[in-house]
Nanobody, 123 residues
Framework: QVQLVESGGGSVQAGGPLRLSCQAS????????MGWFRQAPGKERDFVAG????????HYTDSVKGRFTISRVNAKNTVYLQMNSLKPEDTAVYYC????????????????WGQGTQVTVSS
């Protein structure tokens, strides 16, 4: 069992940065691949970024490549999402999730979810 709590959301102007954090409970954090998803109002929850168990491999959806960076510190049971050059279309609730699938990109490949944190980007 893994419990996830996101933090770091807020309001920012277009072009600005924001860093999200996800704190996990439990002693098995390092055995899970981690991902970030986002959901805008009226839309489906979409994959944003993922990182493998050891943190060496990452993958991103095309729209955030070069702007977002996912990382993890297993000793702190924490995964991060550094978001730079934010755009209004990045506005959404952001969720972190844990998976036993190494490079999962769909919601049904993730077993545990946080409660989400709101990110609002104004133009």
């Amino acid at each position: 069992q893994v419990q996830l709590v996101e933090s770091g959301g807020g309001s920012v102007q277009a072009g600005g940065p924001l860093r999200l954090s996800c704190q996990a409970s439990g002693r098995t954090f390092s055995s899970y691949a981690m991902g970030w998803f986002r959901q805008a109002p009226g839309k489906e929850r979409d994959f944003v970024a993922g990182v493998t168990q050891g943190g060496l491999n990452t993958h991103y959806t095309d729209s955030v490549k070069g702007r977002f960076t996912i990382s993890r510190v297993n000793a702190k049971n924490t995964v991060y999402l550094q978001m730079n050059s934010l755009k209004p279309e990045d506005t959404a609730v952001y969720y972190c999730a844990a998976s036993t699938v190494r490079r999962g990109t769909s919601t049904n490949e993730y077993d545990y979810w946080g409660q989400g944190t709101q990110v609002t980007v104004s133009s």
